[in-house]
């Protein structure tokens, strides 16, 4: 079992920052690769980035691209989210993940935390 926290989450203005961590403990964290997804009300949960086990390989979504940042220490088995020039359309619910393939494949990732809400205000 891999039990993940994600905090951070807030209110913030468009173009605005925030950063989201997100703390594992359980299974050895550095085995995982580490996904950020998002769901929005009434839309399906989307995939926001991801990070291989030791940090040399990310994806983003197009939507995120050049504006997100995702980042992991291994040494205190946390992921981050570093967001940038936020926009209303990044409000969402985010939640950290954990999977044994590097994916941006939502069905492929076994743990999941609950959640922090991200607001953006235009």
């Known amino acids: 079992q891999v039990q993940l926290v994600e905090s951070g989450g807030g209110l913030v203005e468009a173009g605005g920052s925030l950063r989201l961590s997100c703390a594992a403990s359980?299974?050895?964290?550095?085995?995982?690769?580490m996904g950020w997804f998002r769901q929005a009300p009434g839309k399906e949960r989307e995939f926001v980035s991801v990070?291989?086990?030791?940090?040399?390989?990310?994806i983003y979504a197009d939507s995120v691209k050049g504006r997100f940042t995702i980042s992991r220490d291994n040494a205190k088995n946390t992921v981050y989210l570093q967001m940038n020039s936020l926009k209303s359309d990044d409000t969402a619910v985010y939640y950290c993940?954990?999977?044994?393939?590097?994916?941006?494949?939502?069905?492929?990732?076994?743990?999941w935390g609950r959640g922090t809400q991200v607001t953006v205000s235009s």
């Open positions: 359980g299974r050895t964290f550095s085995n995982y690769a």
């Open positions: 993940a954990a999977s044994r393939q590097f994916t941006a494949t939502t069905s492929r990732y076994d743990y």
């Open positions: 990070i291989s086990w030791i940090a040399n390989y990310t």
